[in-house]
């Protein structure tokens, strides 16, 4: 028997997780590791920029602004880890982008980051977003 391909977010539970108190820093609110969605929420935070070498990022702002620089270069990148510490080679991490442009989205807001593109956010205040990972095509 083939593992689900399908799951169904429904309104309640989306809204269960957005009541919930908001927390200074960053924190996925909802994440299954069998799906390519998540919640994000950003409080006050300014993340770390980084490139997925695999899968680009959907982003939808629910809520609150906030400020994304896109593209240019990372400056004295770094490989992320993995739970045990290895060099995950497909995830590049720095704490700054040089020659980006910057926006800010705000409720509805869509935001496409294709893979290889340098991406960071940030917020003052709060921010939650939707996430949705997806593959590079042959990735």
């Known amino acids: 028997m083939s593992a689900q391909k399908f799951y169904l977010f429904k309104k309640e ?3 269960k997780v957005l009541a919930m108190a908001p927390e200074i820093g960053k924190r ?4 299954s590791s069998d799906n390519p969605v998540g919640i994000l929420e950003d409080k006050d935070v300014v993340n770390d920029a980084e490139v997925h070498k695999t899968e680009g990022d959907l982003w939808l702002c629910l809520e609150g602004e906030v400020t994304f620089i896109c593209g240019g270069e990372l400056v004295d990148p770094w490989f992320s880890k993995d739970k045990d510490g290895k060099d995950k080679l497909n995830e590049l991490k720095a704490k700054e982008i040089k020659g980006g442009t910057e926006m800010t989205l705000k409720p509805g807001d869509w935001l496409w980051i294709p ?3 340098p991406h960071q956010h ?4 709060l921010s939650r977003l939707v996430i949705i990972k997806i593959p590079a095509k042959g990735g």
């Open 13 to 15: 539970e989306v809204d």
């Open 115 to 117: 893979a290889g593109e």
């Open 122 to 125: 940030k917020c003052s205040g």
């Open 28 to 31: 996925m609110l909802f994440k």
